[in-house]
């Protein structure tokens, strides 16, 4: 019974070439977040959607974009992959002010 | 910037012992939660404490927080090869919406 499914599991792609994951849940929940997860590091927020309503941390490279055409749904776009942004991508939702739901994340290999 | 710092940064202990980790921060916060993850693998979220929260119990896990120091503690009792794994904290500043902040995380290993 996934609750928030991430496809796919693992990607590789191209220096440069674009790539999109999927992340969706059942959960009906209104906040939905992406996290990148570098090797042996703490997973970081790149931006979150609440509703429709998107928000960008201050930090997260322009190369990251997201979209959420319902509330299912949310994709995470990286426009031209480096090798630096290899990671573990992570998906998560919640309701306000409770706990978030992890995806079991997506891992990205940029050859 | 990440604003939890978890110690030890790696803990092993035999199986059957108690593992306590720590994990500190700097700003207020709303509440603070703990995750689990194994290997290659996605978080699980174990407990969360409100910031007007002292201690709280589940299972054989207990999280104790104290705002004064912005510390908290997670204490695993009669620990389990599958225990093994790495542990975050994650401090949720109550935003609303707003994203968790990680710790660097511990990384448990439990010998058999």
């Known amino acids: 019974d996934a609750m928030v499914i991430q496809n796919p599991r693992y990607q590789v792609t191209q220096f440069g070439k674009p790539v999109t994951l999927s992340c969706s849940q059942t959960?009906?929940?209104?906040?939905m977040y992406w996290y990148q997860q570098k090797s042996s590091q703490a997973p970081k927020l790149l931006f979150h959607y609440y509703d429709k309503d998107f928000n960008n941390e201050a930090d997260t490279p322009d190369n990251f974009q997201s979209r959420r055409p319902n509330t299912s749904f949310c994709f995470l776009d990286i426009r031209s992959p480096g090798l630096g942004d290899a990671a573990m991508y992570l998906c998560a939702t919640r309701r306000i002010d409770n706990e978030q739901f992890f995806g079991p994340g997506t891992r990205l290999t940029v050859l | 910037s990440q604003q939890g710092e978890e110690d030890p940064q790696a803990l092993s202990i035999q199986e059957g012992e108690n593992a306590t980790m720590n994990c500190s921060y700097k700003?207020?916060?709303?509440?603070l939660q703990w995750y689990r993850q194994n290997s290659g693998r996605g978080l699980v979220h174990l407990i969360l404490?409100?910031?007007?929260?002292r201690e709280k119990h589940s299972g054989r896990l207990r999280v104790t927080l104290d705002t004064s120091k912005k510390s908290s503690s997670l204490l695993i009792t009669a620990s389990r090869a599958a225990d093994t794994a790495s542990y975050f904290c994650a401090t949720d500043a109550g935003g609303g919406a707003d994203g968790l902040t990680f710790g660097k995380g511990t990384h448990l290993i439990i010998q058999p």
């Open positions: 700003t207020s916060i709303n509440n």
């Open positions: 959960l009906n929940h209104n906040v």
């Open positions: 404490i409100r910031s007007n929260e």
